[in-house]
């Protein structure tokens, strides 16, 4: 077997459901046996790559006009989405939500994976927008977060006042959709198995242990829990 249970995840730092996720598999792994021979990797997807923001967005507002309905059903879905994710110990403010475009989030991602610090900023960035309410486009902000994980100040600035990682953030979007990924969070096991969306606790446990026990890992991905329910897509969240 080998030594590290690898899982690579695709998300967006604007995917409530995938810090749902998050924080759920981590509650998985915190089950699981072999959690020092775990290796997770972030992937990088957006849901609205061609969003730009402006100063009289709102939350509310975008959501019924996406999804063509009244405000007070985005304001209940949001209510819902905040109840979900309190189930999970997250804590969301979506009246404060500032929206944004999130290229520049995943480019600093990238920078951060360089330095075996994915998982750390990740995290920062998730709870900065859903909790706190910051603008995770702003360069101020994301260099703070980045200092904040413990990323070299000039390494930062480098990256956030130039293109440096956009490929990467683009060859991470092209390989979901030849995997077929058609919404995040997506997790894939060792190149072996994937889960779609944020599943219950469970579901993360058993698949762990389906792919530690098996031992022996192949290039062909089993969609396992294949649901559109509890994530995100380019249409929306369900």
Known sequence: MENKLKIQIWSDIMCPFCYIGKRRLENAISQFGHQDAIEIEWKSFQLDPNFIASDDDNLVEHLAEKYRKDKDWAI?????????????????????????NSLNAHRLLHLAKKQNLGSELKELLFKAYFTDGKDVNNKETLKQLGIQVGLNVDKVDEVLNSNSFTREVEEDMQMAQKIGVQGVPFFVFDNKYA????????????????????????????????????????????
């Open 195 to 238: 889960i779609s969306g944020a599943q219950h606790v469970e579901t993360f446990v058993k698949t762990l242990e389906k792919v530690w026990e098996e031992g022996q890992f192949e290039s062909k991905i089993t969609i396992l829990n294949a649901t559109s329910a509890d994530s995100c897509g380019i249409d929306g969240c369900n």
């Open 76 to 100: 209940e879905m949001l209510e819902n989405m905040t109840q979900n994710a309190a189930n999970s110990g997250l804590e969301f403010h979506f009246e404060k939500s500032v929206m944004a």
